[in-house]
């Protein structure tokens, strides 16, 4: 099934550092959302972006809704080693009467890696 | 507890029997959607409900995979003869409504491993 593209695969950061992962996709999604999913877990929301364009914060997670509604990225600030795990995004379209439609399509997920 | 369950967390059977998953949705929430996710992977849409009809079924893969959902609440998931390849953790989620920017929320999942 369609899948977004989401990069980078993983990455290996210093506790501390930034981080910058993001998706695109050939198609338009209403809705952007990130999850993260630690091992042996189902994936927690993090951050929901409804708007072309929005910027939204969580704590030191800042995430936005591309322009286009193709793309999105999500940044975390001043890493920490709970930061570690595998990051998704996901985005939901919009159904023929113009409200998002239930199902999520899923990006490949980005490894995180954080060193102390 | 308030979130999403699903039982079992892990289930070990033998090429070509069946197997039913259980999801119990977070109290209140009309949709129920369930994923599947292999090794490595992202997650693969399976079949939602809103309620307890599914409008989409779209995702599962053959017709040996079929789910229902009874009360507007529980919903299970079942496999016929299953194939090595059904191995994977399945994920349920549930969200207030499904149309409009309702957010998903994810159960731990159920480990399947055919053997």
């Known amino acids: 099934g369609q899948q977004l593209n989401q990069s980078p695969q993983s990455m290996f950061i210093q506790e501390g550092e930034d981080v910058s992962m993001n998706c695109t996709s050939s198609?338009?999604?209403?809705?952007w959302l990130w999850y993260k999913q630690d091992p042996g877990e189902g994936p927690v929301l993090l951050i929901a972006?409804?708007?072309?364009?929005e910027l939204t914060s969580n704590g030191r997670l800042t995430a936005q809704f591309g322009i286009t509604r193709k793309d999105s990225f999500l940044n975390i600030s001043a890493s920490i080693p709970s930061d570690v795990g595998i990051y998704f995004c996901?985005?939901?379209?919009?159904?023929?009467?113009?409200?998002?439609?239930?199902?999520?399509?899923f990006g490949q997920g980005t490894i995180l890696t954080v060193h102390p | 507890g308030a979130g999403v369950s699903q039982s079992p967390s892990n289930k070990v059977t033998e090429k070509g029997k069946d197997v039913e998953l259980r999801c119990d949705p977070i109290s209140g929430h009309t949709a129920l959607y369930w994923y599947r996710q292999s090794l490595g992977q992202g997650l693969e849409f399976l079949i939602y409900?809103?309620?307890?009809?599914?409008?989409?079924k779209s995702g599962l893969p053959s017709d040996r995979f079929s789910a229902e959902r009874t009360g507007g609440s529980v919903s299970t998931l079942t496999i016929q003869r299953t194939q090595q390849e059904d191995s994977a953790v399945y994920l349920c989620?549930?969200?207030?409504?499904?149309?409009?920017?309702?957010?998903?929320?994810f159960g731990p999942g159920t480990r399947l491993t055919v053997t």
């Open positions: 996901a985005g939901q379209k919009a159904n023929a009467g113009g409200t998002s439609y239930g199902k999520l399509t």
């Open positions: 989620a549930s969200s207030l409504v499904a149309l409009g920017a309702y957010e998903q929320y």
């Open positions: 198609s338009i999604f209403n809705t």
């Open positions: 409900f809103q309620g307890n009809s599914a409008p989409d």
């Open positions: 972006l409804y708007k072309a364009g």
